[in-house]
């Protein structure tokens, strides 16, 4: 899209949901969907290619529901103009800017019934596969929706792309909890995928991490009322978080520290000790690799981490086993692995940081904005 200069503002259109010129001429075809004209409620996404939904929607008086940035404060808003809003103040409202200043958060306990859930996408296909960014959040909120019991399988998903975006996707590629779609809208075609894949059915408690959870403190209360309704709400890394606990817990005073926190040093101790030795470093991803063809690539290798933080922008990513043997295991299991034409790099995190010649950066654990998996 870059390169045949058909993004649009905010450019580069890497690592986001692009942008990209008739993405209005795009949105104005969902007046021809009959779905949109019957509907009442509509979540769509903050998305820049999505503002010109937004905008009929407040225009038809629907009530238009937008995510929070990441999650970190609620699951979406009520988008709510001022009252006799100009068609000036609407057009405001359906910006991000908007977004933030004339908007009412939506609590759990607020009855909500979606009829319309519009999402972006980086690549769709007319089978109604999506791809996203790769970090899940669409995913994510649609499962959330679907444990607020705002939405069901019933409910439609449309995605706004431009033409060049409608590719072929290997059904491979899909895992259960990635969400598909049933109209594409782009600025030449409405395509009914017509797609049969059942949408998630809940949040999978089983893929969701500790530190998810510490990001996203919805998740919290949406955990405590699925377990209260006794279902299976373990974490992926759930045994591990224990065991960590009791050891804490059953250390002498003074001995107690973080799990990334560093241990003193030694003299003359390798740089890069106090990275964990259950972690494995795989580094030269190529820069169009998706997590779930490196997930799919571990299972198949019989390597599946106990989770895995991915940091997919600076082509890498950390997986984190139960303890050193299984590490190694893994480490033997991938090497000469190859996604794309890139052979990739593994090693133990704490190696391939101590081996570094600018410091050991490139396996370093620093913090990470994208959700660990």
């Known amino acids: 899209m870059e390169s045949q200069n058909l993004a649009d503002f905010p450019r580069p259109v890497h690592h986001r949901i692009p942008n990209f010129k008739g993405s209005y001429l795009a949105c104005q075809n969902i007046k021809d969907l009959e779905v949109f004209s019957r509907m009442q409620e509509v979540k769509v996404d903050p998305d820049k290619p999505l503002e010109g939904v937004r905008l009929l929607a407040l225009q038809s008086k629907k009530t238009l529901l937008v995510p929070t940035p990441r999650l970190r ?74 444990s607020m019991g705002a939405v069901s399988q019933a409910t439609p998903v449309v995605t706004i792309v431009h033409d060049c975006q409608v590719v072929d996707i290997p059904e491979a590629l899909l895992e259960d909890h990635d969400l598909t779609v049933d109209y594409i809208l782009t600025p030449t075609r409405v395509i009914t995928t017509g797609c049969e894949r059942p949408k998630p059915r809940g949040i999978t408690w089983s893929k969701i991490s500790y530190e998810m959870m510490g990001k996203i403190p919805i998740l919290k209360s949406l955990r405590s009322r699925e377990q209260q309704a006794g279902k299976d709400v373990t974490l992926q890394d759930e045994h591990r978080h224990l065991l960590e606990t009791r050891s804490q817990q059953t250390a002498p005073p003074g001995a107690v520290r973080r799990l990334w926190d560093p241990a003193p040093r030694e003299s003359g101790s390798v740089q890069g000790e106090d990275v964990p030795s259950d972690t494995v470093y795989v580094g030269n991803l190529p820069s169009d690799t998706r997590v779930s ?46 996604l794309g034409t890139n052979t990739l790099k593994v090693a133990l995190a704490r190696q391939q940081r101590a081996n570094d010649p600018g410091g050991g950066r490139a396996g370093e654990l620093h913090p990470s904005p994208y959700p660990t998996i």
């Not at 809003?85 to 958060?105: E, F």
């Open 73 to 146: 404060t609620g699951l979406f808003n009520r988008i709510t103009p001022p009252p006799g809003a100009t068609k000036d103040i609407l057009r405001k409202c359906a910006t991000s800017q908007g977004v933030r200043n004339y908007s009412t958060p939506v609590g759990l306990d607020a009855r909500v019934l979606v009829d319309l859930v519009v999402v972006g996408s980086v690549a769709v296909s007319e089978k109604g596969w999506r791809i996203g960014k790769g970090e899940g959040y669409a995913d994510l909120e649609y499962a959330m929706m679907v």
């Open 293 to 338: 063809e490196l997930k799919r690539a571990l299972r198949e290798l019989g390597a599946a981490p106990l989770r895995l933080t991915w940091q997919g922008p600076r082509h890498r990513a950390f997986l984190h086993y139960p303890d050193s043997a299984s590490a190694q295991q893994a480490i033997s299991c991938l090497q000469g692995l190859r």
